[in-house]
Nanobody, 126 residues
Framework: QVQLVESGGGLVQAGGSLRLSCAASGRAFSIYLMGWFRQAPGKEREFVAGITWNGDMTFYQDSVRGRFTISRDNAKNTVYLQMNSLKPEDTAVYYC???????????????????WGQGTQVTVSS
């Protein structure tokens, strides 16, 4: 069983930046796919970004590509999401997730992830 704890959310003005962190414990971190999802009020949880176990492949939702960057530090059991040029439509609860496998060759879906953090709120004001 893995425990995932997100941090770094908050309130930011449009155009600003935030860096989310997700610290993992309790299960091997370095061998699994990791990802970030988000859920806005009244909407389904959606994929934001994913990274394979060794970081050789990254995946992004089209609306965040070029603005968000996912990375990981396996020595620190931590995955990051750097979010730049934030927009009001990025407002959501952001969740960290651990994959069921080390990686995929396609953009991951929610079915590829089996463990979830509690989420951190990101609010972007206009």
């Amino acid at each position: 069983q893995v425990q995932l704890v997100e941090s770094g959310g908050g309130l930011v003005q449009a155009g600003g930046s935030l860096r989310l962190s997700c610290a993992a414990s309790g299960r091997a971190f370095s061998i699994y796919l990791m990802g970030w999802f988000r859920q806005a009020p009244g909407k389904e949880r959606e994929f934001v970004a994913g990274i394979t176990w060794n970081g050789d492949m990254t995946f992004y939702q089209d609306s965040v590509r070029g603005r968000f960057t996912i990375s990981r530090d396996n020595a620190k059991n931590t995955v990051y999401l750097q979010m730049n040029s934030l927009k009001p439509e990025d407002t959501a609860v952001y969740y960290c997730a651990q994959g069921r496998n080390s990686g995929v060759s396609y953009r991951p879906t929610i079915a590829d992830f089996g463990s979830w953090g509690q989420g951190t709120q990101v609010t972007v004001s206009s």
